[in-house]
């Protein structure tokens, strides 16, 4: 009896604590309150920039194809401009509007819910070979924020992207990078001098994936008598290239370089740091040194000794700084383009599609056509055999280059011209003439007009 | 002694009630969409929301998709015109014949758009539905105006899987009978059925190689088929399936019949002929992208 007693003396106790009212609570509103203030603080922050904001951006998991410009500005109405330094679906530094929105998931989350081609370049698939496409997310977590600059983090990728305010002019500061961009990119082998003292080698990146050239680098060097090789991602900025991660040698961290194109050096502008990236490649013309028109020299036969017929062609820019457009060659009227592109101060002019029939799925392709090999020639259906360009000068002003064989055919075939083609597949449907008449375009040579 | 115990048992009872009395609950902490309304949301308020209590999102929040696809959004005139053609040959079909209140308390509650299709290793998902609830329709921003009005291409990609996932709302509601799958018994192969070319499961009394999944997936697929892909296609899958094939494939469609009619007042051909005569007004469809 006595037990039941204290038993009854408990149960006030474990009333009293299950119902005990006055906790002290850590934050005055609950959660969907402070996450909803939090989200329309952040809104307000980023409709609040009168010229938007400039994004580091970075597509492809672990920072792999480098950094890329990005320009917002977000409004109120939930509607969003968006902006690149390059070319994506739209030409460089073209604005397209779509929507955005900031939703709680693992903290605030700014979203681009419609599609905005340019944006969304970077995310979209279109082959079952490639599933991430360029790996870019367009969901970031916000994961801190001052009145100038915003730290996210990429959703997917969890790349760390980093966004500010925009000066006065975004949209001329994306040209200043492109601009810097067209200078530097023509080149990928520096010496790496630390301190006066060569130290290594640098090589830019001259892989080209999905349209993006890979910004990032490979330096080599000797630390603590360690041979060393390390690949750094980097974004271009108005002076020069601002690395993702510090490259840090003896004791030396580096992040920010300016470019001298007189010079073709990358000088570390970071405080007290003597080092410089010492370009030993010979100077070479630019992307945009080659947009213009030309008188392109050539033959219908691949055993002919000179090229006699001559086509007037131009070449416009595709996508800048990548690709350009050769036009003039197909017949008036025929759909389809051909394109070249630019690496390093040459042209690549590989076989490819020009062309998809939507209603049949026909294949239009620019064919590379062999050199006879005993006696016969050969075709393929390669998009990575083709020309490139020799004799590349420009010393009367004018841009003048040959094109010849890129040796990726392998060592029996040789890549004398193209053939105009359309295919079923694997089937040939018949040769279609060019523009004079022909299906062949053979030693093309280009003098600028 | 007895007695006090029991008051104080009551007295805290008492308490207990009178600390724990539950608070008013005020509004929602939770905020509305704060977007403001364009003429495609007000449009689908009258043309989903009003009269078939679907909800079309148009805009992707990617986290809210399957994490497996890297899916981008859709374009908003791409969502708006495929949302007309889905309108047009599905919703719109259903609500001539059956209602719209037919549709309010049978239908799937909400429909996806996303840009871009899911890529697997070696296939492309250009639409897929979820818990008969969802239906996500994949490859928006690919569409093209002569696609959009295009009957066959809408049927082939969207509209066929649309009937197929519709037919599985009906006969998760009313059951299908039961001899149904005895027609075909032991030859359903469950998730083998990508084993089997369509020849042989025509030849099975199949409609698709798909219908060899289960007499669910059979019952749905000859069920859209039969609707969607017309009377010639019909024609050549008897055809193909041979005397033994065809025989079953009547057999299942003799069933398939009565179960429409008995068990939702639909008469299939009926149906069928009004779908046609929306397949051949598509192309007059005014999509304006």
């Known amino acids: 009896m006595k037990l039941i007693k204290y038993l009854f003396l408990f149960i006030p106790i474990i009333v009293i604590t299950a119902c005990v009212k006055d906790e002290e609570t850590l934050f005055n509103d609950p959660p969907a309150i402070r996450m909803q203030k939090t989200i329309d603080e952040y809104k307000t922050l980023l409709t609040g920039s009168a010229n938007g904001w400039i994004m580091d951006y970075y597509p492809e998991v672990s920072y792999a194809a480098g950094g890329f410009s990005m320009y917002y500005k977000f409004s109120a109405d939930g509607n969003v401009d968006i902006a690149c330094e390059i070319a994506t679906n739209v030409p460089a530094r073209q604005t397209v509007a779509s929507t955005w929105d900031i939703i709680p998931y693992q903290g605030p989350v700014i979203t681009f819910d419609t599609y905005n081609p340019v944006l969304h370049y970077f995310s979209e698939v279109s082959s079952t070979s490639d599933r991430d496409g360029r790996g870019g997310d367009y969901e970031f977590v916000v994961m801190k924020a001052t009145q100038d600059t915003i730290y996210l983090k990429g959703l997917k990728n969890e790349n760390k992207i980093v966004m500010w305010k925009a000066g006065s002019d975004p949209m001329d500061y994306l040209k200043q990078v492109s601009n810097t961009y067209n200078k530097a990119n023509a080149y990928k082998n520096f010496n790496f001098e630390l301190g006066g003292n060569i130290i290594g080698k640098v090589v830019m990146s001259s892989a080209i994936t999905n349209d993006l050239l890979n910004r990032k680098f490979t330096a080599s060097y000797t630390k603590n008598d360690k041979d060393t090789t390390e690949t750094i991602a980097f974004i271009y900025t108005v002076e020069g290239i601002r690395l993702n991660t510090d490259l840090v040698v003896n004791g030396v961290s580096m992040r920010h370089f300016a470019y001298d194109d007189t010079e073709r050096i990358f000088t570390c502008s970071d405080p007290g740091i003597k080092a410089r990236f010492i370009c030993t490649d010979k100077q070479v013309l630019k992307y945009e040194d080659f947009l213009g028109d030309y008188v392109m020299y050539y033959a219908v036969s691949n055993t002919a000794t000179s090229s006699t017929r001559t086509l007037d062609v131009s070449l416009v820019a595709e996508k800048e700084n990548i690709s350009y457009c050769l036009e003039g060659l197909l017949a008036t009227g025929s759909p389809g383009k051909i394109l070249l592109q630019y690496s390093g101060g040459n042209l690549q002019l590989l076989g490819q599609i020009m062309y998809t029939a939507p209603e049949t799925g026909y294949n239009f392709w620019l064919l590379p056509y062999s050199f006879p090999v005993a006696g016969s020639n050969y075709i393929t259906q390669s998009t990575t055999v083709g020309m490139t360009s020799i004799d590349v000068d420009s010393s009367d002003g004018k841009v003048k280059f040959r094109m010849v064989n890129n040796g990726a055919w392998g060592t029996t075939y040789s890549v004398a011209g193209f053939l105009l083609r359309n295919y079923n597949g694997s089937t040939s449907l018949g040769n279609v003439n060019g523009k004079d008449g022909q299906p062949f375009y053979f030693f093309p040579i280009f003098e600028m007009k | ?289």
């Not at chain 2, 929040?61 to 599905?90: E, G, H, M």
């Not at chain 2, 697997?120 to 959009?148: H, M």
């Not at chain 2, 509209?159 to 509601?173: A, F, G």
Request: hydrophobic fraction near 40%; aromatic fraction near 14%; include cysteine.
């Open chain 2, 1 to 289: 002694m007895k007695n006090i115990g029991k008051y104080i048992v009551l007295l805290f009872l008492f308490m207990t009630f009178w600390s724990c009395k539950e608070e008013e609950l005020g509004p929602s902490v939770i905020s509305d969409d704060s977007s403001v309304a364009t003429a495609f949301d007000i449009w689908l308020n009258d043309n989903y929301v009003k009269p078939y209590n679907i909800k079309v999102y148009y805009k992707l929040k990617d986290i809210q998709t399957n994490r497996d696809y890297n899916v981008i959004p859709a374009d908003p005139a791409k969502s708006w015109a495929l949302a007309k053609v889905v309108k047009f040959l599905w919703a719109g079909t259903v609500d001539e014949y059956s209602g719209s209140d037919f549709l309010k308390m049978y239908s799937f509650r909400e429909f996806q758009m996303e840009g871009t299709y899911e890529y697997n290793a070696n296939t492309i998902i250009l639409a897929t539905a979820s818990g008969g609830i969802k239906i996500v329709f994949c490859g928006v921003n690919n569409l093209r105006l002569n696609d959009l009005t295009n009957a066959d291409y809408m049927v082939q990609t969207y509209i066929k899987t649309m009937y197929h996932e519709y037919t599985h709302i009906l006969n998760q509601k009313k059951v299908v009978d039961a001899t149904y799958g005895n027609i075909s018994g032991s030859d359903y192969l469950g998730d083998d059925w990508t084993t089997r070319n369509t020849a042989t499961a025509n030849s099975l009394g199949f409609v698709s190689p798909y219908a060899g999944h289960s007499p669910g997936e059979d019952f749905a697929e000859l069920t859209s088929i039969y609707i969607t892909f017309g009377q010639n296609n019909w024609d050549n899958i008897l055809k193909n399936a041979g005397t033994a094939g065809a025989a079953k494939l009547s057999e299942k469609l003799d069933i398939a019949t009565t179960y429409f009619k008995n068990s939702w007042d639909i008469d299939i051909n009926e149906f069928r002929k009004l779908f046609e005569q929306r397949k051949a007004d598509l192309i007059n469809l005014d999509v304006n992208i």
